[in-house]
């Protein structure tokens, strides 16, 4: 017996033909396929033959889905439905699946009696059974009659046939915000099968969420957790299946999706399984969450020419060289606690990414407690690693893939011993610094093409216990940017990611440029912003020019002192403040080569947000100077 | 006076900087813009360059807004907000308009007392008065206390103050199912400013419906018309402005949408004057929407070899070459009643179209009862016109542009005279017709990117007075095709609209490699699909072969005779029902040259749609068919 449930995923979440969606389920680990009957009939196979590729796949063919519109019609229909069950018997037998799903009737027709749902449902499982057949009755959020698992499970009682059980769903359940607690008192065996989705809150028409914006477990604010829980605890020992209907993984890659679908079940169910038992083993042996103590460095790729300027750049935000790599083309710039690395080794990790992306940050070092059991918490959450070569003496640095190919390194530094700096670079003596120091990497924002919000979610979520704040819809001149920050427990890791579906905005003009998702912008920490920004100033820093009429707002909405708002506004510096009093000073250079962006920020009196009410001033800042280096 | 009330548009409608929203307003012919407080707080420009810059174009600020949150607080806010009024008030004189919006309160501090909010506001009003300014009160749909406009007239009569009127959004009145009527009651002089807004009908929460999905009037389904009667029966002779908030808007070309957005105000004005004052003059003097007799004939940009292998590809369809044009490089290619042209003439409009689009519909002739007075409507509505140079003999056409550039030529026949044909062609002995003949043009579906959908609905609503049937979404194997059918009265001219932001769905892939919107597929109606099937089979036209599990639910869903399924599987004919018991049966041609394609349709018992039910199978088929010619 295998240690967890068997794992399955309804044809329908996937892109492409049938052979593209199955092949995709195996080659990720899949163990089985609801067969969804639209993907069957626009396939120019029959289903035998669908038996036969699932069957070479190793795939189970686990359910055979959805039988609508079936029970408690009036006659004729309750005749043709019954003579339309056969014909779907037929096709069952055909592809070897033994279970079909009924999904509850929406149909006006359809009669608001239990009883003779139960009796339509007893007849028809009188039926699949003479085959050795099942069926399963579900509630539809939207039902005409039955909406609720209680009321399904009524109807099954009712029924009392062996070969009828009941199938529950998370998001029909959790979208009518009905209580899953009930079904741990079910028995388990009655439970033929357990469908799994996720959603973001919409305060919107069941229907139409349901059809366009669920989500896999964990990349949605359903308490998914907790209905699963509620499932396993009534023993129902049969598969877990994801059903997921959603706009953008219609369009996505097939196989990222099927990854992210088996990354979002394997948390599941660890995320069910801990808490219920305490003391056990559960079901899903996977690495705790790794404690994050902060971001120790970025990494970008160059080239030798790039290189030097990117050095410049950083020796104007007062960044000095403070090391060269043992064995590579390495150059590690320092200024305060920020560490960022400019890699130009020839045949590296780095080099592709420079050759694929231009100048842009190929790997993210996270500062964390015990790398090797982050590392083996990310395998099992179906991270690719990598190694790179390194020299002898070198640290090894377990390092996995980002969604997008980005690299993320896993640094441990312990206290006494030599940091990763000490271990693999020959450090320069440090100079005095130019400026006031930085405290650290605030921040970093990365540009997602669309379509891949839901994945990093996830994967930031689940491999490094990251939460997502609520989504922000800010204003580009050439469009709206969604903004959902990630950020862990104690706030030492804050990582926004930003996509658009407008081409021209800030964000689609960084993914055109850089061929793909990757970092934008990158904040560093400061005690005091104004300082900061003078120093840049003063020393010549590119700071991107914000216009007198936000400082006029800025009086209007804020008492602020007449002294700090001409300094905010002779430093091109914003202001925001939150609810509880917090405030929020930041600073933006402009880009360096149309690409990437730097900020100074200062948070005080607990303000931990991002300035989302000053993007709008930023993003059309952004767009002028850079339609001015152009034209 | 002018014959119509002052046209603005407010600056969140429109894409880029408050320099090209403005420029863009003017250049299509807006008397005003609303400025929209980001639009201003974002340009780096002071408000009397803003002022300079519109008294330059000609513009009226016709309104500065929004002003949030101010009525009926507690202190220290209440105080607060009337400084902060004074500061806007610096603004509005800078910028010289002496209007501001005070939308409804939506604070939880918000004190829920009618007296209050009138205290407050006439407190402002009176300040306002004493610089000249004047204050009007909206009632946002979602405000804490205010949210009909009802309770803000009732709030502007207790504040009794000259400088205080209503403002009144068709939006926030009709979201709410608010009725409107009562506003033809009003004097119309306390009535400050209007604005006007459509929507699709979502059902969902009405500030974020508010926030992305408004639309111009005659976009979407609210009755706005209405709205807008009664307004205008108050005797209100202020601007109609329009204030749109749309994520599609913000990111499309910035000239569309003004164009768009004066197009709606002129018909949506010309709608509330119509049936209002019978036997007077309307205040936009619209020619009549043209009564449509059909689609007259397509015409197909190509060269000379793309002209030869599409000539052969009709020729398999059964078509014959009727015609060569008495001056240009045109053929005319026929079956039955359907008209085909094919254009390789240098230097001409089609000459420009092929070189951008490739082989493609270049322009399309509609049957109208009078083309000049259709052409007239169209240059009211702001349509560009179009004139090819012509032989001297020859027909003069009135044409325009659709949206995407594309040509619709006006053809008016009259009983008894020479048509087109005869005109302007050496037509050829008809051959005996080749299988059974085609009976017209049954309908016409394009391919739209994204974005485009709104614009278009609009132009064929406004100019030829079709209406759009309710949104579709056909699942692609690649992704959503969002599919909106363009239907005049008599069902004579039937132009789907398709559209998918998944660039790998059929319309997606049509729109690369066609670079922009354009027909997609041709139906052409006829007697008997199995019969025509069968003769395109046996002449062996390229028919889409359909896959045979279609054909076994097809049995299970309905009661069809064995022979009738039978034909239908073996001529590839997809087969669908309404629920009047209307029937349609369909089947496609393979695509020209990855392209545009053809279908042939029977329509029996008033079958009204298009079998969307099919488009999955349909699509599916065709993604396997490309895919088996390309590799």
């Avoid at 477990?217 to 877990?240: C, E, K, W």
């Avoid at 992306?357 to 959450?381: Q, T």
């Avoid at 969604?482 to 689609?508: I, Y």
Wanted: proline residues 6%; negative net charge.
């Amino acid at each position: 017996m295998p240690g967890h449930h068997s794992r399955s995923i309804a044809t329908v979440c996937l892109s492409g033909e049938l052979t593209d969606k199955l092949e995709a389920a195996a080659n990720i680990g899949f163990d089985g396929v609801e067969i969804f009957e639209n993907d069957l009939l626009t396939f120019n196979g029959s289903p035998a033959d669908v038996r036969r590729m699932a069957a070479d796949l190793g795939l189970a063919i686990t359910i055979f889905q959805p039988f609508r519109d079936f029970e408690a019609m009036p006659e004729p229909q309750r005749r043709r439905n019954l003579d339309r069950a056969e014909r779907k018997f037929d096709v069952m037998q055909a592809l070897g699946t033994d279970l079909v799903l009924v999904c509850s009737n929406v149909q006006e027709a359809c009669i608001g009696d239990p009883a003779r749902a139960a009796a339509d449902l007893r007849d028809m499982a009188e039926r699949a059974a003479q085959r050795g057949l099942r069926v399963g009755y579900e509630a539809l959020a939207w039902g005409r009659h039955t909406r609720r698992w209680r009321e399904a499970w009524d109807i099954v009682q009712r029924a009392d046939h062996p070969a009828l059980g009941l199938i529950v769903d998370s998001f029909h359940t959790l979208a009518l915000k009905d209580d899953p607690s009930g079904l741990a008192e079910l028995p388990g065996e009655r439970i033929f099968f357990v469908q799994l989705a996720d959603a973001p809150l919409y305060d919107m028409d069941v229907l139409q969420w349901s059809r366009h914006y669920r989500n896999f477990p964990g990349q949605g604010q359903l308490p998914v957790t907790g209905f699963l829980r509620a499932v396993l605890a009534s023993g129902y020992s049969g598969p877990l299946s994801l059903e997921i209907f959603n706009d953008e993984f219609r369009a996505a890659p097939v196989r990222q999706t099927a990854r992210d679908g088996l990354r979002s079940l394997i948390l599941a169910e660890a995320g069910a399984a801990a808490p219920s038992a305490p003391g056990t083993v559960p079901a899903t042996p996977l690495p705790p969450v790794p404690r994050l103590s902060g971001i120790e460095f970025l990494e970008f790729a160059v080239n030798e020419a790039a290189g030097r300027q990117l050095g410049d750049f950083l020796g104007g935000l007062g960044f000095q060289l403070a090391g060269r790599h043992r064995s590579k083309a390495v150059e590690l710039y320092r200024q305060g606690q920020v560490n960022l690395v400019l890699n130009s080794e020839p045949d590296s990790a780095a080099a592709s990414h420079f050759e694929m992306h231009g100048p842009s940050v190929c790997a993210m070092g996270l500062a964390v407690d015990d790398a090797a059991a982050a590392a083996r918490r990310a395998e099992a959450l179906l991270c690719a690693s990598w190694n790179e070569k390194r020299g002898v003496s070198e640290r090894l640095l377990p390092a996995l893939r980002a969604p997008n190919g980005a690299l993320v390194l896993l640094v441990e530094n312990q206290p006494g011993r030599p940091t990763l700096w000490d271990d693999d670079f020959h450090l320069l003596p440090a100079a005095p610094p130019a400026g006031p120091p930085l405290l650290g990497i605030d921040h970093v924002t990365q540009a997602l093409a669309p379509g891949q919000m839901d994945g990093f979610v996830l994967f930031y979520r689940g491999v490094f216990g990251l939460e997502p704040e609520p989504q922000l819809d800010l204003p580009d001149p050439q469009g709206l940017v969604h903004s959902r920050a990630m950020v862990n427990a104690g706030g030492t890791v804050r990582l926004p990611l930003n996509t658009s579906e407008a081409r021209e905005t800030a964000t689609g003009r960084f993914i055109s440029a850089a061929a793909g998702a990757g970092v934008h912008h990158i904040a560093f920490l400061v005690e005091d912003a104004a300082a900061s920004a003078a120093a840049l100033a003063g020393s010549g820093a590119p700071l991107l020019p914000i216009p007198g009429n936000y400082y006029d707002d800025l009086s209007a909405r804020f008492a602020l002192e007449d002294a700090e708002l001409e300094a905010l506004r002779r430093l091109n510096l914003l202001y925001d403040q939150d609810a509880e009093g917090g405030s929020f000073r930041h600073a933006y250079t402009t880009s360096f080569a149309n690409r990437f962006f730097f900020e100074v920020v200062q948070r005080r009196g607990g303000y931990r947000q991002f300035g989302a009410n000053n993007a709008a001033v930023r993003m059309a800042a952004q767009a002028r100077f850079e339609a001015g280096r152009r034209g």
